[in-house]
């Protein structure tokens, strides 16, 4: 429901150019809407299968848009560096297959090469199974970003810094 005062004293602003504090309106009781074990099943479900390939789907159900990217930040990141791990180990294979090219270089692609993509399934599993097992939080509290998430926002590192 529209309330009537709220809107004739937001009229009465815009007419007299003086903006009124967010403190002079009476504020009123809004019950926090808060999801049910049922959203929250839905919730893990999306995390857990399409969640697979975009990550903070679950979080995105719930409405904890700051947290769904967030980890959808990092489970590109993560791709990337797997993309860029699997590129050098492909470089690693055809310096292998070179005679011209020693070994030594073959070899430290393929090492570095998996490193670079291990990291990478780390970014890209962490994100993923964080987004399942925090869903079910975020659907219960009605959507609301969790108290201290400083795991993820240490993983964020391409992030808005809040």
Not at 10 to 18: E, F
Not at 23 to 45: M, N, R, W, Y
Not at 64 to 93: E, M, N, V, W
Request: charged fraction near 25%; hydrophobic fraction near 40%.
């Amino acid at each position: 429901m529209i309330d009537a005062d709220l809107v004739l004293a937001a009229q009465r602003s815009v007419r007299d150019r003086r903006f009124p504090r967010l403190d002079e309106f009476e504020e009123e009781e809004v019950e926090e809407s808060k999801g049910s074990i049922g959203h929250a099943i839905v919730g893990e479900l999306l995390a857990i299968f399409p969640g697979v390939i975009a990550h903070g789907v679950g979080h995105y159900y719930a409405g904890d848009r700051k947290t769904a990217k967030k980890l959808s930040r990092i489970g590109q990141f993560g791709y990337l560096l797997t993309a860029a791990g699997g590129g050098l180990g492909y470089l690693g294979y055809l310096a292998d297959d070179e005679d011209a090219v020693p070994d030594g270089y073959a070899y430290t692609l393929y090492t570095s090469g998996g490193l670079v993509g291990g990291a990478g399934l780390a970014y890209f599993f962490t994100a993923w199974i964080y987004d399942m097992v925090d869903t079910p939080r975020a659907v219960l509290s009605g959507g609301r970003p969790p108290p201290r998430s400083r795991f993820v926002e240490s993983l964020d590192i391409f992030g808005d810094g809040g």
